[in-house]
């Protein structure tokens, strides 16, 4: 169960930084999306 709290928070946090206003370049911004969705699904599936 924990886990699954913890996947969500993952893709919950890749949404967010996806949303605000970041002072990131758009490949730095792109690459800690990519990758809090990539350890969000990972946990998930493992879970």
């Not at 002072?23 to 792109?30: K, P, V």
């Not at 690459?31 to 699904?41: D, K, R």
């Amino acid at each position: 169960m924990a886990w699954i709290r913890t996947s969500l928070a993952l893709l919950a946090a890749a949404i967010a930084i996806d949303v605000v206003d970041l002072d990131l370049s758009e490949y730095g911004r792109r690459t800690l999306v990519c990758t809090f969705i990539t350890l969000g699904l990972v946990s998930a599936v493992l879970a």
